[in-house]
């Protein structure tokens, strides 16, 4: 199973209205999850159906995720002010997981609106994925935009960390790439905007997770054909294990 696709939706008390989760994902995603025969589902606190040939599994746990894992997490959300709040707070979660997905682009839009279907759940404060706590709505929002555009949600799928480096420069790092069977990217030291490394660390994760691309040590990289990006691959600053770095 790929760890892409797990996920915990961060509630503020131990309930889960099953109908309304099940309405949502009809009505806002067209999706209908197929209970089988188990329509009653003996555990009304879990489901398990299936969408096409990949298996759902969505089970609500009444009590905080394990080990302060999401409060640790919601400290790299630097666009959310509120995530260590929600994390702290958090009294239950949901468990979202797709089991047997067969190709990773359409697991990952599947997988998305599951989880944006979840956050219409009254007491859903905040996800749990990326290794950080995003805001449910920004979540919701993005799904709804590259579902609109038929593009790979990479906002919902891989994290982008920024932070400071000495002189102004700016780092910055991918969390969710080796879900997808690809190495985490950084940028280190980059003398761009902010926004331009985040955008730019961005559209090479889509396009490497789209076009199925393994990009290799001492190879280029550009999105014209005068830019030239140098890759390395060399052990994470920001990231844990090997990191492909991007000279940008």
Known sequence: MSTAFTGFVLL????????????????????????????????????????????????????????????????????????????EEHEAHILVSLLGEPNLVDGAKLYTKIISALTKQENCTGINVLGTVLNPDMYRDF???????????????????????????????????????????????????????????QAIADYVITSDVILQDGETIGFTAEQKIPISQSKGVAVNGTTLKLGY
């Open 143 to 201: 799904t709804e935009y590259y579902t609109e555009n038929d593009m790979f949600p990479v906002e919902n799928m891989i994290f982008i960390g920024l932070y400071g480096a000495e002189d102004n420069k700016v780092s910055a790092y991918t969390y969710g790439m080796e879900g997808f069977g690809k190495k985490e990217m950084e940028i280190l030291a980059s003398f761009e905007s902010p926004e331009d490394v985040y955008y730019f660390l």
């Open 12 to 87: 503020k008390e131990a309930k889960f209205d099953r109908e309304k989760f099940l309405k949502d994902l009809k009505e806002d995603w067209k999706i209908t999850l197929d209970l089988g025969e188990d329509s009653e589902n003996k555990e009304k606190d879990m489901l398990v159906g299936n969408i096409g040939d990949i298996m759902v599994a969505v089970a609500l746990m009444p009590a905080p995720i394990p080990n302060n894992e999401a409060v640790d997490n919601a400290k790299t959300n630097y666009r959310w002010k509120d995530a260590v709040k929600v994390a």
